[in-house]
């Protein structure tokens, strides 16, 4: 699996956020000059970050984005369905059952929901706060 430039600069960008997260408001310019990003593109994906319950915008002078959730509750699972939508290898895992032919005899769709169970644990159970201290980490 393949993730787009809209779930790596998602990320990117929330793990920006969580890192200034002090800093009560960042904005798109801010996050782009640091991480060397399109301040456009990023412009296009903060609206589903919202919409997901991820960040909050605030107006006007001096505004931008923060975190909506603390970095503890917010997991890169949340971050990348936000953008990028369900996380799975092959659409087959998502169609029910009378939906394949193949469906009584296909092995195969065992692999790709087992691929796509272990994905979706992995990415659940990491969150802003984990990434920070990483972060803190290779700084030190």
Request: aromatic share 0%; with cysteine.
């Given at each position: 699996m393949k993730l787009s430039t809209k779930g790596q600069y998602s990320l990117k960008a929330m793990v920006d956020?969580?890192?200034h997260y002090s800093d009560d408001v960042v904005t798109i310019s801010q996050i782009a000059s640091r991480q060397g990003m399109s301040e456009s593109y990023l412009e296009q994906l903060f609206p589903k970050l919202r919409k997901a319950g991820l960040v909050e915008s605030?107006?006007?002078?001096?505004g931008g984005y923060r975190l909506a959730r603390s970095l503890e509750?917010?997991?890169?699972?949340?971050?990348?369905?936000a953008a990028e939508g369900d996380l799975i290898p092959v659409?087959?895992?998502?169609?029910?059952d009378k939906e394949c032919s193949r469906e009584d005899s296909c092995v195969v769709k065992y692999v790709w929901k087992k691929v796509t169970d272990s994905i979706n644990e992995t990415v659940d159970n990491i969150t802003l706060a984990d990434m920070v201290k990483q972060y803190q980490e290779i700084k030190a």
């Open positions: 956020l969580a890192i605030v107006r006007g002078a001096g509750s917010v997991s890169v699972g949340d971050i990348l369905r659409e087959c895992v998502l169609t029910s």
